[in-house]
């Protein structure tokens, strides 16, 4: 046990002032330790190649740590590539490539190493950003017999990032958004859908625009004319009745098809049920969940006229089976959409580095859950722990490895993988063997002047290996001078 000799004054100069200490264990850059990466590149890294493509990679560390990096599971020699560099001091790629971007589209990892050990970051895959094009080609104009649905097609070219999309109309001269309503909406594939179309759809063009996230590009498809005849209908009876009125037909589905499909969606993502029907009059839609009146909770927006539910963050209890009905004068017709939520995994408890003196104990805890429940595997220095060199001290049992009398042996930074089919979680965590003297990072000498009747915290940050036993900042009485 240590006891601390801290140089502390605090002066309180008024009485009834509440006093907080927090004091934490931390560990300052002075003292050896192997590596921890501070910055990294997203897992999914969108790059436009006519610029220099950054791949991020910091790490801290004494001594500081030295870089490499893994391109698709191998060693990458980033000396041997004139178009890559790595930044000083750091492992940021630069990467500017003059000739074939194509080759760069890979998976990367990076590794940062010192005499202690080896910390890796996430695997980060490198997408290049291409401009979607629509194909120039030249559509056919649609010709229509009113009444009858419709759905005009927007496809907005593949790409990493999905466009939002929206539709124009143009009736010389203007340009104008496609008015939504019950009948005609956008579902949500950027598909234009007619419940029928009426003579007045005649009028206009229309045309689908996609803003692409990366840069704001706004791409426009090439235009469709729609042409709407008058209905068999309205032909035979226009002498007759003089108005455009169609045929009542009963409604079928446009968007989903059949009666039934499924939906997965992630926990946390977005969940979007939609249902849109044809028919004359427009059918009318309503929801069920579970075969109950569906409850509309703050999480969750009805939108686009019924057709559309969404929900942002998708959760749990989201599970079920929604039911929607197109219902006109005619029938009605119902489809049920069975939504199921998985879970990418993600954190209970992500391990800590140990900073342990000789001869001491202490576990790393790698604590993690998922839909499926995620498997965790753990590596030391990037290696599996199965293959590297076995030690009597240490144990893993599943999310937890303990460690019992260390030695500087253990040293190391020790990676733990949870993962299920819907992705990874990676951490890093050191252990770090040493014996320190204890020490106090801050305050040092402080003269601590406090507001009268304010509330305030001051930080103890101390260090040593042992843990060294706090004495100074618990039980301080106000109006004391103190001296310890
Ligand atoms: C973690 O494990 C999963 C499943 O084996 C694997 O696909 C993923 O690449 C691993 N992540 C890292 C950073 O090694
Ligand atoms: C087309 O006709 C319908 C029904 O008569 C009307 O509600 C709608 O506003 C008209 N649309 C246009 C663009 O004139």
Redesign the pocket.
């Known amino acids: 046990m240590y006891l601390l000799s801290v140089d502390v004054f605090a002066r309180v100069l008024f009485s009834c002032i509440d006093f907080f200490w927090s004091d934490f264990i931390s560990l300052p850059a002075a003292v050896r330790q192997p590596p921890t990466i501070t910055k990294q590149s997203m897992k999914d890294h969108v790059v436009d190649p006519k610029e220099t493509m950054v791949i991020e990679c910091e790490a801290k560390g004494n001594p500081h740590p030295i870089f490499s990096w893994r391109r698709n599971g191998k060693y990458f020699n980033v000396a041997r590539d004139s178009q890559a560099s790595m930044r000083r001091r750091s492992g940021t790629l630069d990467i500017y490539a003059r000739t074939n971007p194509e080759q760069y589209e890979a998976?990367y990892?990076c590794i940062a190493s010192n005499e202690y050990g080896s910390a890796?970051?996430?695997?980060i895959r490198l997408q290049l950003y291409r401009p979607p094009v629509w194909p120039r080609e030249v559509l056919e104009p649609v010709v229509i017999s009113a009444g009858l649905p419709l759905v005009l097609s927007c496809d907005p070219p593949p790409g990493p990032l999905r466009p939002e999309t929206y539709w124009m109309s143009s009736s010389f001269p203007t340009m104008r958004a496609v008015r939504q309503d019950r009948r005609v909406s956008m579902g949500v594939n950027g598909d234009l859908y007619f419940s029928n179309v009426l003579f007045n759809d005649s009028v206009a063009d229309f045309c689908c625009n996609a803003r692409f996230p990366f840069k704001n590009v706004i791409q426009q498809k090439m235009p469709v004319v729609v042409k709407v005849l008058p209905s068999e209908y309205e032909s035979k009876c226009l002498p007759l009745i003089r108005s455009h009125t169609v045929a009542e037909a009963a409604p079928t589905w446009l968007s989903p098809t059949g009666s039934s499909s499924s939906t997965l969606v992630l926990l946390g993502e977005e969940l979007l049920l939609e249902c849109i029907a044809a028919g004359v009059p427009t059918p009318h839609i309503t929801w069920t969940k579970d075969g109950e009146a569906l409850v509309v909770t703050p999480r969750m927006k009805i939108k686009n006229f019924n057709k559309l539910i969404q929900i942002q963050k998708a959760s749990f209890e989201d599970t079920g089976d929604y039911t929607c009905t197109a219902t006109n004068r005619i029938s009605y017709i119902e489809h049920t959409i069975t939504v199921r939520v998985k879970a990418a995994p993600f954190w209970l408890e992500k391990p800590d580095n140990l900073i342990l003196a000789p001869e001491e104990s202490g576990r790393l805890v790698c604590r993690s859950d998922g839909a499926p429940r995620p498997?965790v595997?753990w590596?030391i220095n990037g290696e599996p722990i199965e293959t590297a060199t076995p030690m009597p001290n240490r144990q893993v049992s599943g999310d937890m490895i303990t460690f019992r009398s260390v030695t500087t042996e253990n040293n190391a930074v020790y990676?733990c993988?949870?993962?299920n089919e819907f992705g990874?979680?990676?951490a890093n965590a050191f252990v770090n063997v040493l014996h320190a003297t204890p020490r106090i990072l801050w305050p040092r000498n402080e003269f601590v002047k406090v507001v009268e009747g304010s509330r305030t915290f001051l930080d103890c940050r101390y260090f040593g290996s042992p843990v060294p036993e706090l004495r100074c900042c618990n039980h301080w009485r106000v109006g004391e001078l103190m001296t310890l």
């Open positions: 998976e990892q890796y970051s996430n695997k498997t595997s590596f990676q993988n949870a993962s990874y979680l990676l």
